[in-house]
């Protein structure tokens, strides 16, 4: 079968900088797949050249059997990228409720279709259904997340696109590495990331969407990730399932 999204060789500039230096990397339906790498190596650019908030230079984008790179972002919208870009998004003067149903209207979903849609998100983040008519500007970082991811849902993706999603929830796993990183694992993580954890493995266990997400917290991309890319400076520099991403992988490509 061929992959659900394909980049070959995809080279994009900002500014005329050439920030993409020819990726490779491929999602196949229902997998999960961390895109990982030091901070400004790339990862958000190669998102942005996937939902079309950036125009490639050149090389090629396939979604689904259709040439992506060619279309604008609302038309890879509706062919079925879903994306929760970095910082979230949400609005805050809406409530969670009309956040959620910005999802619904903007693909047209109605009726019966949006109750199941809206039924799925509540299943996977019951906190949302309990805070309805908060303001989402009010809701904790975590809280915010789990809006922002079930929103995309709710448009019905076949591949959803997370750019750092622990990211604000607990800021302290990002900058602690080693030892502070077990400790806090063995103590156990709020329940706010682990509603988010739980998601996406739920979400990959049913399959019936893909998922590329961008994170730097690596015991999070061990535990819910299929296959990892790695990239340095422009370009994968390595790839390869879960069970591959070593810690002399992670020391080699990852650590600062
Ligand atoms: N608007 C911009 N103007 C100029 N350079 C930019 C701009 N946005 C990003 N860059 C540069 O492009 C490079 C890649 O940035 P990108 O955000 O893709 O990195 P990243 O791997 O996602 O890193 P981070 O983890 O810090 O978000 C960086 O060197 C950055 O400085």
Known sequence: MPALLQLSQVETYIGGSRILRGVDLEINAGEVVALMGRNGVGKTTTLKSITGMLSIRSGSILFDGQRLDKMTPDARARAGIGSVPQGRDIFPHLTVEENLHVGLVVHGRKGKEARNALDYVYT???????MLSRKGGVLSGGQQQQLAIGR??????????????????????????????????????PDDEVAVENAIKTIAKEGRLAILLVEQYVDFCRDVSDRFYAMDRGVVVISGEIATLTDEVVKKHLQV
Do not use: N
């Not at 983040?125 to 309990?130: G, N, T």
């Open 124 to 130: 996977l983040f019951p906190v949302l259904k309990e």
């Open 152 to 189: 995309a849902l709710l448009t019905d993706p076949k591949l959803l696109i997370l750019d750092e999603p622990t990211e604000g929830i607990q800021p302290s796993i990002i900058d602690h590495i080693g030892d502070t990183l077990k400790k806090l694992k063995k103590e156990g993580i």
